[in-house]
Every structure is written in C-alpha cells, then in structure tokens.
C-alpha cells in the first residue's frame, strides 16, 4: 500500500510556458501532500504544504503565483509552474502522507517518482 | 534554529556493515525517519524512530536516542545496490520534516 504516482516523469519546454504536474496516491487519500523540489546535488527543498480543500501552504521564498498548487480532491494534487524559465528547471517531487487509519507508521510521507523539468 | 546533521559521504565495502550517524536540533519531536534516495530517483521509507531504542528491519536496523538526539542507521551484509544517499529527517512540534542533507553512501566490491 502507500503508492504515490506523479506524472509526467519528464518534460521539456520552452521558456515561458507553464507546466502541470499531477500527484496522486493510488491506494489511500491523503489529506496532506507537499511538493518538494531537489536540484543535482542537494537536500530536498520544501516548496508547499498542500491541504485537501484549502489554500496550499507555501515556504519562505517560494513565489505562490508562479508555483499553483491545486488539491481538489483527496487523491489528487496538481503543481503548475507558470511562465516556466530556465532556472525553474529541476526535479520535482510530491509526497503524500499517511494517517494512522491507512496502517502505515503516523505521518509517514511516502514519495512519487518525481518529475525532471527542464526549460530551454 | 533547526537542524540535522549527517556526514556527507561515506564507503564502504560490499558484505560489510556501515552506521550511518545522524544528530539533531528541533523545536520538539514527532518522530525521526530514514529515507533511502537512489541517483535520478525518489526517496523511498526506510524506518520510523519515535521511542528509544534499536528497530531491526531485515538488513537495515535504525537506533533513537531522544536525550542525546541522535540516531543512526545501520545497514548489514552491504549490497552494491545499497549505494545511495540516505536522509535522516526530524518531524518537529509542528509535524514538519526537517531533513538533513543526505549522506551518500558508496560500495566498493
């Protein structure tokens, strides 16, 4: 159990376009879902908190305008980049966390595969 | 202000044990957690830590000690598929991970 999908796995633009990513949990709802990005290299960077029904919770420095998170359902969470540019290029990575009822350790997230952006 | 620290590379040889140490500085606990992060790929759940004391998974075992806060993760008859990174994150008061910076770890035959 705990299976968390992101799609697309890899995408490349044109700088100036804007990029959805979704993220689901496949076998439990997940209230909670946070976006992280990782650049080559590095620790894994908390972008935003996503709550199912309200506004997402962002980190300092994070621009809400360009990073969209959408968690519609308890299944689903969507990222958009906006007006993507070169620098926005990196790996992506959404996770869901899993409540006590779900039989997993309490609020353990567990990972989809990530997203590798790259904007030209 | 918060943080975890974890060596930044470490090696090892194939068939033997590694600890992996991790210490920690956060505004309350809820939990230490390893996560296991191949090259290109996502981290994958390794162990949970709430209580003192050793967890024994498999090959993988991860000790807590809250008062000293520090925990470590030991990793038995290493396989070169072992070579990865792996993360020590903290959940504080809030129920925010704080994660460490990794530690990569690289298995020689």
């Known amino acids: 159990g705990a299976v968390v999908s992101q799609h697309p796995s890899w995408v490349i633009c044109k700088s100036g376009t804007s990029v959805k990513i979704e993220c689901r949990s496949l076998?439990?709802?997940?209230?909670?879902m946070f976006w992280y990005r990782q650049f080559p290299k590095q620790s894994l960077m908390l972008m935003a908190t996503?709550?199912?029904?309200?506004?997402?919770?962002?980190e300092q420095g994070v621009e809400k305008d360009k990073f969209l998170i959408n968690h519609a359902s308890l299944t689903l969470s969507t990222l958009t980049v906006t007006s993507a540019h070169p620098e926005d290029s990196s790996f992506y990575i959404c996770?869901?966390?899993?409540?006590?009822?779900?039989?997993?350790?309490?609020?353990?997230?567990?990972f989809g595969p990530g997203t590798r952006l790259l904007v030209l | 202000g918060q943080n975890i620290d974890q060596p930044t590379e470490m090696t090892a040889t194939e068939g033997a044990i590694v600890q992996i140490n991790c210490t920690y500085q956060?505004?309350?606990?809820?939990?230490l957690f390893w996560y296991q992060q191949h090259a290109g790929e996502a981290p994958t759940f390794l162990s949970y830590?709430?209580l003192d004391g050793l967890e024994e998974k498999g090959r993988f075992s991860s000790f807590l000690s809250r008062s000293k806060g520090y925990s470590y993760l030991l990793l038995k008859e290493l396989q070169m598929k072992d070579s990865a990174s792996y993360l020590c994150?903290?959940?504080?008061?809030?129920?925010?991970?704080?994660w460490g910076a990794g530690t990569k770890l690289i298995i020689k035959p």
């Open positions: 996770s869901a966390r899993v409540g006590v009822e779900e039989g997993g350790p309490q609020e353990t997230q567990y």
């Open positions: 076998d439990f709802q997940a209230t909670t």
């Open positions: 996503s709550n199912e029904g309200s506004k997402a919770t962002y």
């Open positions: 956060t505004s309350g606990f809820n939990g």
């Open positions: 830590n709430v």
């Open positions: 994150a903290v959940m504080d008061s809030n129920y925010q991970l704080i």
